[in-house]
């Protein structure tokens, strides 16, 4: 009996021995639960358009710590519905999910069931690694029981809903309702909490982005056990699941409708104040209208993709997509299509039911696409799909006023940028067909020959040379020998042919490049790059007599910057996008207006050019749209200056134009280069675009003509000698001058004038 005794006092003690190792070797190293009560808010950032709508949000870190504030109490609900019903119930463990995951895991024998309470997921958000192993599970376990019992439920429930990984950059709750429904957490749908809570055991598998099909399956799940828990009646659930996902988000985890824009407001933001200015919340308010940057989308992919079928080169269907990735883009679509409708030069995906007749599956329907709609591919007849498509195959699909045409994924690139010539805001900004295919901002960033677009900074120089608009330049063959082993240059216009005795102001209207050459060569390569650096263009600019060609690159951005000094009689001109800026708890931190008023800058310094040679300029460029290669901007039934401008083997098309009250240009090309194709010019490729946007940029305005300023005068030249005119000149019109720069009345021959150009 006494050895007995002995025997359990030793077992006792090594039962206690064993207990406190393991309790010692789990407590070891563990981390406090200190942080979790008083957890840091985080401020979200905000990018407010002009008028008062947020164009889109910046997470910090992707991430908005709420700690229950804004958060709906039915998302509350979804989430224990579908994570954790007995949350409120149990005191960290819940050993009845515990036992049944057990069970289901040694049948399958594999790992297929979890027993994670919302609790022990907090634990490991914000406490514990991911990794599997014993130890850390025994430290969870220890960690949950520990919050539970220094927490309150909805503390708990709080930390977890902020931090939980919601898949495409959204940490919680709170960023995942700005990632996919571009709005915050308190004014999601019934519908729009049940997609987010079911994206919890998985957000890549369920992300409505990923695999639509299989969100609505985890939603349907996540309504059906909200049913059973009596939070919405069967009923609600119905309604909800039939309701159409307003999902904003694009492949890119970015948390606006405007990419381009935001990219672009982010850089501006953190060049000024560095990156950890973000972290503390900012509103910025910024000048941009989205009315305007809508109507600019819509005319940029317009043009590209009118474009593209001119070029005629169709690529077929779209290759490699499986059955499965099929599924998933057409039931995204549909939904996309239930929610928004088809939208003007949109593409969409269908997939071909039959080729004789053309018929395709769309958006949950079946659209018979007339032989009208593929004409495109070969415009003098003959092409059928037959041959090229079969059933089963997915391609594109453009939404056209006229209906659906097949189309295709583009390859050309275009850019615009527009800016409200008084006030100096950027109304429209866009940098490519599609953000979620390239991320390059071609408005801001890409630097592109300027071709012909660059001949009224020329021409403006030589006007403050002591030419004048009725100045006559011979456009006669020339040729500039090269080095010993070069050949000589014999620069050529567009159409190949010569016209002889022309005045400046023709020159610049049917972009002369023979005449503006001949220009640059006499008032100076060195004067006319140092008359450039005036507009404030951040340029390359050569310094020989490609020049006069645009052979230097500068981005879209710049060149209409200097074109707005034409446009501003003068003035340098300094766009904006940023108004000012607002950081949360802190106050106003930057004003565009209060920064102008601290710097004053001198008259004289203000000014590029003179407003009688800025008026001059503008003149002559509402010429071109009169009467040069402009005159597609015609159709806006105003007054209108503007310039086309196309690089060498058209790899570069530009229309950059203005009214008083807005300038726009536009830039079409390819990234690689490319050439865009026989007689894709600035008039053909690009000023429909300018066409388009100005449409709704102008609708409403009232219609005003450029001002005359003081120092301006309009006499009669005789256009062949360009002199002012006499009773015996033929060729006669109204040109305009600086009052102090007429020409004599004497006449002249062309002999005459040639002999001086000669010698």
Known sequence: MRWLKIFAGLLVCGMLLVGFSAYWFVYRG????????????????????????????????????????GTPVRLMQAFIAAEDSTFYKHTGLDITRIVAALIADIRANSYVQGASTITQQVVRSYL???????????????????????????????????RLYLGSGAYGVGAASLRYFNKECRDLSLAEITMI??????????????????????????????VEEDYITESEAADAYKEPLMITGEAVALFTRYPYVMDYVKSLVTERYGGDILSGGINVQTTLSPLLQDAAIQAVRKGIIELEMRRGAYRGPDKGISETRKERILAFQENQLAWKGEEPYQLYWAEVVSVSPLITNIGGRTVELPPQSYAWINPKGGWTPKGVLEPGNVIRLCYTPEGFMVSQEPRVQASLVAFDIQSGGTLALVGGFDYSQSQFNRAVSARRQSGSAIKPFIYAAAVDKGFTPASIIFDTPITFQGEEDEEPWKPKNYEDRFYGATTLRTGLVLSRNVITIKILKDIGIGYAIGYLNRFGMDAQFPRDL?????????????????????????????????????????????????????????????????????????NILTDVVQSGTGWRAKNLGRPVAGKTGTSDDNRDAWFIGYTPEVICGVWVGYDDMMPLGENETGSRAACPIFVDFMQAALKNRPVHDFQIPEGIVFAKVDTKTGRLASESSQDVRFECFKADGLPPREQSTIDDLMLKEVY
Do not use: C, W
């Open 546 to 618: 490609s020049l006069a060609l645009g052979s230097g690159s500068l981005t879209p951005y710049d060149l209409v910057k200097g074109y707005a000094v034409f446009a501003t009689y003068g003035q340098r001109f300094n766009p904006r996008l940023v108004d000012y800026i607002t950081q949360i708890n802190v106050g106003p931190i930057y004003s565009a207006r209060s920064d102008a008023v601290s710097e004053p800058v001198a008259q004289s310094e203000s000014r590029a050019v003179s407003e009688q040679t800025a008026y001059i300029i503008t």
């Open 197 to 226: 809570a079911g994206l919890a055991p998985a957000p890549a598998r369920y992300s409505p982005l990923n695999d639509f099909p299989a969100a609505k399956r985890r939603q349907r799940y996540v309504l059906s056990r909200m």
């Open 128 to 162: 514990l690694t991911r990794e599997k192993t014993i130890t850390r599970k025994l430290k969870e376990i220890v960690l949950a029981l520990r919050i539970e019992r220094a927490l309150l439920k909805d503390e708990i429930l709080h930390l977890y809903l902020d």
């Open 30 to 69: 563990l981390p406090s639960i200190h942080e979790l009560k008083q957890p840091e808010p985080t401020s979200l950032s905000t990018i407010i358009a002009s008028d008062g709508s947020s164009i889109g949000y910046i997470p910090p870190e992707g991430m908005i710590i709420q700690r229950g504030k």
